[in-house]
């Protein structure tokens, strides 16, 4: 059985759960997703980061996917800091207005279209190995934020 496919099941009993152990089951499903992603992650060649998956209804190479993902993993990371530190209208949940790329520069975006198509096309070029990296140093940033947000952890 595939972690997808247990995931799906798990789901339903983690959200009939009390509040508190939902929360947690959940923290734990995501936890759980992510160590499966990063697994994968870890075993993709430059070769296969350069193929398309679905050319009948997705161009974007496997690269631009992983590019993709670590961009919204990068935007919940400064809306978390945001959460944490009581902003108001954290960025990401509430609009899509200041996302910090990687050489500082503040962006905003009208769109999660525009988000996404910004992302595809700043890693289309980049080399396998230093998306690879970036991806593992975003999942190694983001891990450690699930036990932060743990209701024990909340609650003290």
């Known amino acids: ?7 799906y099941q798990q789901l339903p009993t983690a959200m009939a759960l009390p509040p508190m152990q939902r929360h ?14 990063l697994a994968a992650l ?6 296969r980061a350069q193929t398309v998956i679905f050319p009948e209804t997705d161009q974007r190479t496997v690269a631009q996917i ?11 990371l400064l809306s978390a800091g945001d959460i944490l530190a009581g902003v108001q209208h954290p960025r990401m ?3 899509l207005s ?17 988000f996404n198509g910004y992302h595809i096309q700043k890693y289309q070029l ?10 593992e140093i975003a999942l190694a940033r983001f891990i450690p934020c699930l036990t932060i947000h743990s209701c ?4 003290d």
């Open 126 to 135: 980049w080399p396998w190995h230093t998306l690879q990296d970036l991806a």
């Open 66 to 76: 992983i590019g993709h993902i670590v961009a919204w993993d990068r935007f919940a």
């Open 24 to 37: 947690e089951q959940l923290l734990h499903l995501h936890y759980e997703a992510l160590q499966c992603y």
């Open 98 to 114: 200041g996302y910090i790329d990687h050489d500082g520069t503040t962006l905003t975006f009208a769109t999660i279209d525009t």
């Open 93 to 95: 949940i509430t609009d």
């Open 42 to 47: 870890r075993c993709i060649t430059s070769t």
């Open 152 to 155: 024990s952890r909340l609650a």
């Open 1 to 7: 059985m595939t972690h997808e496919v247990l995931f």
